[in-house]
């Protein structure tokens, strides 16, 4: 079975701090991406990588940025963190091509207080 | 670009009634559909897929859905939910513009099936 883990299911976190979440698949998948679901909205697409160290943004990009050093990791940075940072983060990869499905690890609900 | 739009929010339903999930896309390209679904808690999973041939596509759980190229639609239908099905549906669109298979996603639909 794919395996997409996100270290994290939980975090609080004080408005200012750097903010680090972390995403590993045991897949060897080439693309892997960050969404952020808030209710009512979606998921809506932080950032993706399709190789290591390349990435680009999608429709929200601001006050994070990424990290993909390794094929299997993919980290999300909240550089300063904010109060309407607070959210659930998906993580999920995919193997390269249009008509691949994603799989997705089970959320990290982050809370900045 | 393309997107997506879920036109119903909430979707109340009774056990063993039927029940459609609407979705509509927008696109200028070939596109690939997804279905998928988030039970409480949890991630996501893919419940069906449209990528070619039959329009008509099942998936797991007894879901199906119909790829409408005319109307633009893929809606999901269920001929008899239960109480287990109750949870958020999402309707998605791979992005066309590369071949990095970005997902493009809806708003969402939250199915509450009653007793």
């Known amino acids: 079975d794919v395996k997409v883990t996100q270290s994290s299911r939980y975090l609080v976190k004080r408005t200012g701090e750097k903010v680090f979440l972390e995403c590993v698949q045991d897949?060897?998948?080439?693309?892997m991406f960050w969404y952020r679901q808030d209710p009512g909205l979606g998921l809506r697409l932080i950032y993706f990588?399709?190789?290591?160290?390349?990435?680009e943004k999608g429709d929200i990009p601001e006050g994070y940025s990424v990290s993909r050093e390794k094929k299997e990791r993919f980290s999300l940075i909240l550089e300063s963190a904010s109060t309407n940072q607070t959210s659930m983060y998906l993580c999920?990869?995919?193997?390269?091509?249009?008509?691949?499905?994603?799989?997705f690890g089970q959320g990290t609900r982050l809370t900045v207080v | 670009a393309q997107s997506v739009t879920q036109l119903d929010s909430q979707v109340p339903v009774f056990e063993e009634a039927p029940v459609e999930l609407r979705c509509n896309y927008s696109s200028s390209v070939s596109v690939y559909l997804f279905w998928y679904v988030q039970y409480p808690n949890q991630g996501l999973q893919l419940l069906l897929k449209?990528?070619?041939?039959?329009?008509l596509v099942k998936g797991i759980n007894g879901f199906e859905a119909e790829f409408n190229k005319s109307q633009t639609s893929f809606h999901l239908r269920k001929p008899s939910v239960h109480i287990s099905d109750t949870a958020e549906y999402f309707c998605a669109v791979s992005d066309g513009s590369g071949d990095t298979g970005k997902l493009i996603f809806g708003q969402g639909t939250t199915l509450q099936v009653k007793p």
């Open positions: 990588s399709y190789d290591v160290k390349m990435k």
């Open positions: 999920a990869s995919s193997s390269q091509g249009l008509n691949t499905e994603a799989f």
């Open positions: 897949m060897d998948h080439e693309n």
């Open positions: 449209y990528l070619s041939g039959s329009t």
